[in-house]
T-cell receptor, first 115, second 112 residues
């Protein structure tokens, strides 16, 4: 089955700097890669996603890149702000028959933005 | 618009007791999921369902059972609770395999 690895587990950045979180996946059939943000005491919420037919996607200060050959994807947050402090999860999903519907998550990255 | 609602939000069980966690969604989503979240281990998939009447095992299904008798509800059962099942449980739903999943607020379960 699919295995998603996420690094680093914790990331401390100065306000205004950039943050990068990297994930790798094992199954080349995966074709959907979302990123979720989880604030304390809440459920995860989608912040950006990318499909396998796209190499990069951007939404204001957030961008995701995908390298299908290397089977890795990354989240980039620019001009970080204190409200970006949270736990971030990457995930992978596919339409293949034997893993139909599964949504597999990485272990998460605790991001701390210090003023 | 309620989205995904989990019941209860908190629960303390004694070892060996049973309970059912309820997840309800009002978005007419086909796919529903149960995850557990433990420190440093991310979100681990327990069971999931791709439609009414169907269920499938995730990566950590032992000790849990599920049912999806109605499309809008996905129930997670613990027949004989163990301290190792102390965790925060999240339910999620989505329309298909390549769209956003919506999460509930979580259920914090403590087994003593």
């Amino acid at each position: 089955g699919e295995n998603v690895e996420q690094h680093p587990s914790t990331l401390s950045v100065q306000e205004g700097d950039s943050a990068v979180i990297k994930c790798t996946y094992s199954d080349s059939a995966s074709n959907y890669f979302p990123w979720y943000k989880q604030e304390l005491g809440k459920g995860p919420q989608l912040i950006i996603d990318i499909r396998s037919n796209v190499g990069e996607k951007k939404d204001q200060r957030i961008a995701v890149t995908l390298n299908k050959t290397a089977k890795h994807f990354s989240l980039h947050i620019t001009e970080t702000q204190p409200e970006d402090s949270a736990v971030y999860f990457c995930a992978a999903s596919m339409e293949a028959t034997d893993s139909w519907g599964k949504l597999q998550f990485g272990a998460g990255t605790q991001v701390v933005v210090t003023p | 618009n309620a989205g995904v609602t989990q019941t209860p939000k908190f629960r303390v069980l004694k070892t060996g007791q049973s309970m059912t966690l309820l997840c309800a969604q009002d978005m007419n989503h086909e796919y529903m999921y149960w995850y557990r979240q433990d420190p440093g281990m991310g979100l681990r998939l327990i069971h999931y369902s791709v439609g009414e009447g169907t269920t499938a095992k995730g990566e950590v299904p032992d000790g849990y059972n599920v049912s999806r008798l109605k499309k809008q509800n996905f129930l997670l059962g613990l027949e004989s609770a163990a301290p190792s099942q102390t965790s925060v449980y999240f339910c999620a739903s989505r329309p298909n395999e390549v769209t956003e999943a919506f999460f509930g607020q979580g259920t914090r379960l403590t087994v003593v």
